[in-house]
């Protein structure tokens, strides 16, 4: 099958992965966060809902995959490593009350002899449970175990050139699907079906582009629930005087290029118009305020600041370090743009800036995906800033 | 907002669920499964990539709703309880090295007095993770934990009349995508084409069914790619004599009926033929031995018996308890149709009875969502149940 990178730049993370270990003194990473484990290794399925890891063993050029039988040939099919590599468990493991797969991850660190070392995990990981946790640490009495959540999301916040190259790409889908929900809502249409149009146009993709899928359900909000950000869609039609904010990702290759804009069905009213103009102006001059040596932080300030002007108080996160991802969060879970976040901007970087304001009856939500540029930054994807408006 | 359920329908869950909590000896409940959350409450948001959590304390008759601020008026929107069991955390605590969101919700049960009880905890949720969970026992020395995962779960296999109404408009939804996808499947089509034709059907849904977003991708796999479940679609078009798996559900308000189907463009080969008779034969005497008081496990060997008789030996889980979901998986993770599951079937309990064989080349799958009845079960969809044959 198709590799996504040359065989070179997985070695290439591998490596800079290895530097990072050395640094915190980790001997072996059990890895959970199927992000991760593709970065590494490549494996792509959609099998990450049952307990699967990739073991990196310091000391070894390859890593070690492990997942469920039904799974192991999908990892030879996908996977640079080889099939000596690929380990499984079978099905007697899955939600069972007297086993979990962990209890065969443990053994093969056994046999490996890593049960003495001291063994990086990522705490913070959807994929790695409670349970998962507690199993695996208890077959491991004589090993030390140290949280490395963010390890290797740390090392893909800096995109190669070919990950950008997918990133565009996603943005051009971005782009291609924004349009088409846009156009979609009208007075007297369903949700379901503005909804609809949106999956079409992310999968199918813009001219040569085939689309994946989003990591996050295309976000639909229509009149009061434009004052929450995370509600879906309903079955309900337009009234024809609603706000909407639609907030989606373009996907490629599994990279994501999120994109949010709000439309008005209709002439804005003065609240709607002013939430509108502050979150504009104030997504533009913290876009202005990036390159390379300025703090998350200090951009978070930058915002803050432009808000204060249109009479808004607010210190929420605004961004966040975006790029490769499976469900259900496209974030990288390392930087935020937010106030006191240290995080150096760096050439290569990229985020999804996404303010937004929320009253009680409205919200407004204007959003890019940007690149830290030599000298500052490239939005990815190409489409009109400002609070929208359409007849009904 | 429209309400899914009566009020009432929720009170009797919350009694069952507090009925199981008296029955484990477990004084309060930190349900942190975004399925349960719903279930008890009626919260429904793309916001579960966040913490979250329901408190249920067995003297209350309402629910405690805690999620991040910009989403604490979704909660209002979408759930049963009142507002002033709406509580939030701020920005600050998300993905910081200093603060976690679990550090609020312990707070919560201190101010409640909870912190010296028996605590129900879901460890095997995707969203407890062992960290969230480690911070939320750090401040809580003095109470006791109980995994209880599946507790909830167990409640919720047994379906409503109400619930069995959107899971048959789900299978309605199901049908309509799985034509779709199988029409646009075509000599020369990329396969990016045919899933986005496959979630437009999904969305859009069947005649006055609007669909919801499915807990999994559609799965699509064809040629090599047919002999590992999990894998998806990539931008290659169809060569025209492929064979090609289809697993997808469909959704309507976030109930699930997964329908999985594979063809073959052309003339199927004797072995692909032979996996086809396999699988079908297997899948219908396994369908003709549900009753209640039949065992799970006891399925399970009606189908390892069947398929022996076309030489295989197999008896890896084939079906799972399946409904309400969200990503990222649709199965209820409670019982699972296996050898040695003690589960006895009961009316209104719905599965995905999903056999698949998988040879190193290719495989075949045909599965059914069906619930049991009185004396037997029904399927919920109606799609011709056998290898399929297109022409190229």
Partial sequence: ??????????????????????????????????????????????????????????????????????????????????????????????????????????QLFKKWKQDQRRIGVEMGSYFLSAMSYETFRSWLPDATFADMTRLIGNVRMIKSNQELHYMRNAASNAEKAMHAG???????????????????????????????????????????????????????????????????????????????????LGQPSAKEKRLGDAVTDSLNQTLNAVEPGVTCGELALVWSDAIRKHGFEKYDRL????????????????????????????PNMTFHLIPGLWEEDCGVEISETFVVTENGCETLANFQRELLTKEP
Same sequence: chains 1, 2.
């Fill in 1 to 106: 099958m198709e590799q996504l990178f040359n065989t070179s730049e997985y070695h290439e993370r591998l490596r800079q992965v290895k530097l990072q270990m050395e640094e915190q003194g980790v001997d072996v990473m059990l890895v959970t966060n199927p992000s991760n484990m593709n970065y590494l290794s490549g494996y792509d399925a959609y099998s990450f809902y049952v307990t699967q890891a990739l073991i990196i063993i310091k000391e070894k050029d390859q890593p070690f995959w492990v997942g469920r039988r039904q799974d192991a040939n999908g990892a030879k099919l996908t996977t640079w490593i080889d099939d000596e590599h690929i380990y499984y468990y079978t099905d007697d493991y899955l939600h069972s009350d007297t086993k979990h797969p962990m209890d065969v991850i443990a």
């Fill in 182 to 264: 846009i156009d979609a809502i009208k007075k007297g249409v369903p949700e379901n079906e503005v909804a609809a149009d949106i999956y079409y146009a992310q999968i199918s993709g813009a001219e040569g582009i085939d689309g994946d899928y989003p990591s996050i359900a295309p976000l639909l909000l229509s009149g009061v629930k434009s004052s929450s950000p995370h509600l879906t869609w309903s079955g309900e039609v337009f009234n024809g005087d609603e706000i909407v904010t639609i907030e989606l990702a373009g996907v490629h290759k599994r990279y994501h290029s999120p994109l949010a804009r709000t439309i008005k």
């Fill in 319 to 346: 961004g966040y370090s975006v790029g490769f991802s499976y469900p259900p969060n496209w974030g990288e879970h390392t930087a935020s743009i937010r106030q006191y976040n240290q995080t150096e901007l760096e």
